[in-house]
């Protein structure tokens, strides 16, 4: 029994599967057609106690761990959801953290306890037009003018900015590219701060993305999450748990197309015999098979080192690479398997191949995994 699998945690399952047999299977193709989730998915995830796994219960949360956020992220992928769906209902595990981490009451009352209880929805914006990877280059830019601040500047490619009721809003404050960042929580319709165009995607269909602009926004001083200048580290410390809820969403993916691929090949017949029955796609998918379950341990085994408090910064790294490489292996051979079918729109397998690409890019792209794993070894 691994640590994930405990009598808790089998009921946790359960429930996630119910939720999703009930409240998201019937309506999921409308809301890949619609570009977004409703807001009272939230409320009623809220309601049977899944919005706030991974919170503790004095923030308004439903208490357990990262271990358990993981659970519910696998569980809602096997059950036939996507990880589009978990970016945009989940969109609050980005935005919310380092406000719990800051222990700040007021940011905890007003924002925090509300998107746990389904009634708000957040956006974390740290990408900026000119580039996301390099994060300390980051130019929006806050001036402090007695108890507001004054901030400039535009964000993109931000998950439910389109929805969001606020933002949590990566922001520098000496000198634009300093990497003297803070993080300021900006509420939608202050003025100054519009939201742009929903931006269309190849992907994660269901999940609003937009662009965001800030002219001259004012924004309290009390919206400020933690010391002035702490920001770069704030979001380096909370990137851990995005990083391992992509890898959980990776090799969920995968596990989810091997079973669909396998249903396929054992009901699908070629020249009179099941397609399970050659060895070429027997080996097909015990290959992805293993991939799959080999990336899932590996997620699992790094997680849990998280959980214990161990620096893992260079693991978290390989865990999403590992996971990543292993759900574009298997997505790709799943529609292969499911041949002209796989590439319609009625196929499950189709979403997950379209959705899966972002996997290696959000959260830190593959590349700057593998720096970060080369200072990790001392490169
Ligand atoms: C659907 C979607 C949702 C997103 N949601 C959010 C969100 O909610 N909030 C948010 O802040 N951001 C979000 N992002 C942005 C995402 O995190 C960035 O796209 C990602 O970090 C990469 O930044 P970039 O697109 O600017 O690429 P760039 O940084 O311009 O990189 C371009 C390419 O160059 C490579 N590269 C960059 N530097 C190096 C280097 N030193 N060595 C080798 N290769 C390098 C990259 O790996 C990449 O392949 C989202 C993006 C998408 C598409």
């Not at 089998?10 to 998201?24: D, G, H, P, S």
């Not at 662009?211 to 009390?222: K, T």
């Not at 596990?255 to 097909?284: I, K, M, N, Y």
Request: glycine share 10%; hydrophobic share 40%.
């Amino acid at each position: 029994m691994t640590i994930v699998d405990t009598p808790e945690r089998r009921q946790l399952r359960e429930l996630t599967r119910a939720f999703v047999t009930k409240e998201v299977l019937p309506y999921l193709d409308d809301w890949e057609r619609a570009g977004e989730v409703p807001r009272s998915l939230h409320e009623t995830a809220a309601k049977v106690g899944l919005l706030g796994v991974g919170f503790p219960e004095s923030v308004g949360g439903s208490g357990g761990d990262l271990l358990d956020s993981i659970l519910v992220t696998e569980e809602i992928i096997r059950s036939g959801g996507s990880s589009g769906l978990i970016a945009a209902l989940f969109t609050h595990g980005i935005a919310l953290p380092h406000m719990v981490a800051s222990h700040d009451d007021g940011l905890i009352d007003r924002y925090v306890r509300p998107t746990l209880a389904g009634t708000m929805i957040g956006a974390l914006a740290i990408t900026e037009p000119d580039g996301g990877s390099d994060v300390a280059g980051i130019r929006t830019f806050a001036r402090r003018d007695g108890d507001h601040y004054v901030v400039n500047g535009a964000k993109t490619y931000i998950t439910s900015g389109i929805r969001a009721d606020f933002v949590t809003t990566a922001v520098c404050t000496v000198l634009p590219g300093s990497g003297a960042l803070s993080l300021l929580v900006i509420d939608k319709g202050t003025p100054g701060f519009t939201v742009g165009r929903r931006l269309e995607k190849l992907g994660w269909h269901c999940s609003d993305t937009a662009e965001l602009s800030f002219v001259d926004v004012r924004v309290p001083v009390a919206n400020r999450v933690g010391p002035e200048d702490t920001g770069f580290l704030a979001i380096m410390q909370q990137f851990a748990t995005e990083r391992l809820s992509l890898a959980t969403q990776a090799y969920a993916t995968a596990q989810r197309c091997v079973e669909l691929a396998t249903r396929w090949c054992r009901d699908r017949s070629t020249f009179g015999r099941p397609l399970a029955s050659r060895q070429l796609v027997r080996h097909r998918l015990a290959e992805m098979h293993t991939r799959a379950e080999a990336a899932r341990a590996y997620v699992h085994d790094v997680a849990e080192r998280v959980v214990t408090g161990q620096p893992v910064v260079t693991e978290v790294a390989m865990a999403k690479n590992v996971a990543v490489a292993a759900c574009d292996f298997v997505v790709d051979a799943a529609l292969q398997l499911h041949g002209g079918f796989g590439y319609l729109r009625d196929a499950e397998v189709e979403r997950h191949y379209r959705d899966a690409r972002i996997l290696g890019i959000g959260g830190g792209t593959t590349e700057i995994m593998n720096e970060i794993i080369a200072k990790g070894i001392g490169l």
